[in-house]
């Protein structure tokens, strides 16, 4: 079982920057890749960004390839979503999420074992 919390969303505006971070419990977190999600009012989850269990490899959606940077720290648990150059388009509630299998499909939310709550960014025009 692994619990996820989610924390460092905000207000803030566009151009500007945010650091999200997702905190998980149990020892087991280096066995998992890990995701950031997102989902705006109205609108679909969709998938932000993923990292692999040793993050040799990272995976970006189209829209904020270049101006997001997912990392992550096996020792203490934790992986990060670094947000520059936000837009207005970006707001949403922001929601980590780690995968069990080693299977490929890290943008689909069917492959995530456990989710977050989410945190909120609002990015202002």
């Known amino acids: 079982q692994v619990q996820l919390v989610e924390s460092g969303g905000g207000l803030v505006q566009a151009g500007g920057s945010l650091r999200l971070s997702c905190a998980a419990s149990g020892r087991t977190f280096s066995s998992y890749s890990m995701g950031w999600f997102r989902q705006a009012p109205g609108k679909e989850r969709e998938f932000v960004a993923a990292?692999?269990?040793?993050?040799?490899?990272?995976y970006y959606a189209d829209s904020v390839k270049g101006r997001f940077t997912i990392s992550r720290d096996n020792a203490k648990h934790t992986v990060y979503l670094q947000m520059n150059s936000l837009k207005p388009e970006d707001t949403a509630v922001y929601v980590c999420?780690?995968?069990?299998?080693?299977?490929?499909?890290?943008?689909?939310?069917?492959?995530?074992?456990?989710w977050g709550q989410g945190t909120q960014v609002t990015v202002s025009s």
């Open positions: 999420a780690a995968k069990a299998s080693y299977d490929p499909g890290y943008g689909l939310g069917s492959r995530y074992d456990y």
């Open positions: 990292i692999a269990r040793s993050a040799s490899n990272t």
